[in-house]
């Protein structure tokens, strides 16, 4: 079981930046890749972003692609989200996961544990 801590989510203006942290512990040598997801207030939890924890494949949500940026941190385990140009769109919980294919983690319902997440909020 992979444990995950979300942090980083604050109150931001519209227009504004912000970087979220992701940190995944226990089995996450059973798992190839993390990935960001968020849930918007009212709405199903959605696919962001996504990188390999030892090589560089990476994989967008179209939503996101070019505004927002996934990297690992310089923790080992650890993901990093830098979110540009915030709109109050992006106002929702942030979340972090991790599993053995990319293509898994464009599933949310895929997943079953998922960590407290970090709330977000873009005001206009």
């Known amino acids: 079981q992979v444990h995950l801590q979300e942090s980083g989510g604050r109150l931001v203006q519209a227009g504004g930046s912000l970087k979220l942290s992701c940190s995944a512990s226990g089995s996450v040598a059973n798992t190839e890749y993390g990935g960001w997801f968020r849930q918007p207030p009212g709405k199903d939890r959605e696919f962001l972003a996504a990188i390999g924890w030892d090589n560089e494949n990476v994989d967008y949500a179209a939503s996101v692609k070019g505004r927002f940026t996934i990297s690992r941190g310089n923790v080992t385990n650890t993901l990093i989200l830098e979110m540009n140009n915030l709109t109050p769109e992006d106002t929702a919980i942030y979340f972090c996961?991790?599993?053995?294919?990319?293509?898994?983690?464009?599933?949310?319902?895929?997943?079953?544990?998922w960590g407290p997440g970090t709330k977000v909020t873009v005001s206009s």
């Open positions: 996961n991790a599993a053995r294919h990319i293509s898994t983690l464009r599933q949310p319902t895929a997943f079953g544990i």
